[in-house]
């Protein structure tokens, strides 16, 4: 299948699915096998709609708790699909001899994540992130736009061809890496009953940060006293997380804090595109129960 942005960067194509060199179908065709521990703790999300925020207040939590002293700095390389080319190991097998317990980031659907995250078992907790579509494509523009600088020969005239108009038609045809959005949350939605799972999403934590923190200590079954959880929102707020990733060791987490607010998008869209949007929005999210919000 030829895809709109494939002649941009090296992708490939998995189970319908356009994926980033990265992930390498030796790590996709891995998944199944992957075991998975009782006390592990997943994060599942579509790409830029707040992973890394999450992690980061998951992270604060089970230091707070005394669970574990690893920084999310250390815990960053755990995007379970992931060869990262600044590591030296795919992840997959990074995690096998990683100590519990482990926090695995995954951007995979429920049919190709591994069976222990999809349907998972024991004591194992998912944690599914997501945010509006909007704001998630402009973010997933900008990060694109940062791979292709950062990491390729030429990179800077690639980005130049990479314009907002060409993304977003290629977000708006389900085509984007790591595949349509609307079929990767409605996917992860369809477990919302399952008491393994929960649910954040970007704008609620935007509004009330002590809530979401409160939300996933307590989801996580860990006994935190208000003032903790106080303090781990105020460490988590987008100013001091902005530090954490300006100086980290990894350079693709270095422009990870962009914006970071709700609402971004109305700097971007045109009104054709933002009505294209909204028609999709309504023809896939009507009477799922899942709903955004914008602003
Ligand atoms: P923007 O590009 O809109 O700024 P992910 O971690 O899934 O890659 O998501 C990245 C997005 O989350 C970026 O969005 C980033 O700025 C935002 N983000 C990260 N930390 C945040 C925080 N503490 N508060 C608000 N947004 C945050």
């Known amino acids: 299948v030829t895809r709109s942005l494939a002649w941009l960067l090296p992708m490939h194509e998995y189970k319908n699915i356009v994926y980033p060199y990265f992930i390498t ?30 992690l980061e207040i998951i992270t604060k939590i089970l230091q707070a708790a005394g669970k574990s002293e690893a920084t999310s700095e250390e815990r960053a390389f755990a995007k379970l699909e992931f060869h990262h080319p600044e590591l030296p190991q795919t992840t997959h097998l990074m995690l096998e001899d990683s100590p519990s317990p482990r926090v695995i980031l995954t951007h995979l659907c429920p049919d190709l994540a591994p ?78 009953h399952d008491p393994h799972f929960l649910f954040l999403k970007y704008e609620d934590m935007q509004k009330n940060l002590t809530d979401a923190v409160k939300t996933v200590a307590e989801f996580l079954e860990m006994d935190l006293d208000d003032a903790t959880v106080k303090h781990i929102a105020k460490d988590c707020t987008f100013h001091n997380m902005k530090k954490v990733f300006e100086n980290s060791d990894f350079k693709h987490r270095t422009f990870m804090a962009r914006k970071g607010m709700v609402g971004d998008w109305t700097n971007y869209f045109s009104p054709e595109q933002s009505q294209a949007f909204d028609a999709m929005y309504r023809e896939k999210l009507e009477g799922t129960g899942l709903e955004f919000e914008f602003e």
């Not at 199944?32 to 709609?49: E, G, H, L, W």
């Not at 999809?118 to 704001?135: C, F, L, Q, S, T």
């Not at 494509?137 to 950062?150: E, P």
Request: aromatic share 18%.
């Open 115 to 192: 069976p222990g995250i999809a349907n998972p078992e024991g004591n194992v907790k998912v944690i599914v992130v997501m945010r509006n579509p909007k704001d998630a494509a402009v973010s997933n523009y900008h990060f694109g736009l940062n791979i292709m600088r950062n990491y390729f020969y030429f990179g800077h005239i690639l980005a130049y061809f990479l314009t907002w108009d060409r993304f977003c038609n290629v977000f708006l045809s389900g085509e984007a890496v790591f595949g349509n959005f609307y079929n990767h949350v409605l996917s992860w939605w369809q477990k919302r």
């Open 25 to 54: 179908r030796e790590n996709l065709e891995a998944m199944p096998n992957f075991q998975m521990r009782d006390d592990d703790i997943v994060i599942a999300s579509y790409p830029k709609t707040g992973t890394n925020w999450v």
